[in-house]
């Protein structure tokens, strides 16, 4: 598992940069990447990685059959 700071160093010297340059850049990067995901629900970086948020429907109450019980299930909002 590369750490912020290990691939800091990987792309600085790759591209003749300075880490803390290039960990400003991460940093920028998990900020727009996580408004994205808050107002659209999905992030990709292209050729890399797509991040996408999932939607649990609610659940209604009533009564269910668990181990030849009948269990009453709560209501629960959804996710």
């Known amino acids: 598992v590369m750490t912020k700071t290990g691939l800091a160093d990987a792309l600085a010297t790759e591209h003749d940069m300075k880490r803390s340059q290039v960990a400003k850049v991460l940093d920028t ?37 668990m181990f030849g019980k009948t269990v009453f299930v709560k209501a629960k909002p959804a996710k």
Do not use: Q
């Not at 990709?44 to 649990?56: A, D, H, N, Q």
């Open 29 to 65: 990067l998990a900020t727009v990447g996580a408004k994205e995901v808050k107002s659209a629900g999905k992030f990709t970086i292209p050729g890399l990685c797509m991040i996408k948020t999932r939607l649990k429907p609610a659940t209604k109450a009533g009564k269910g059959e």
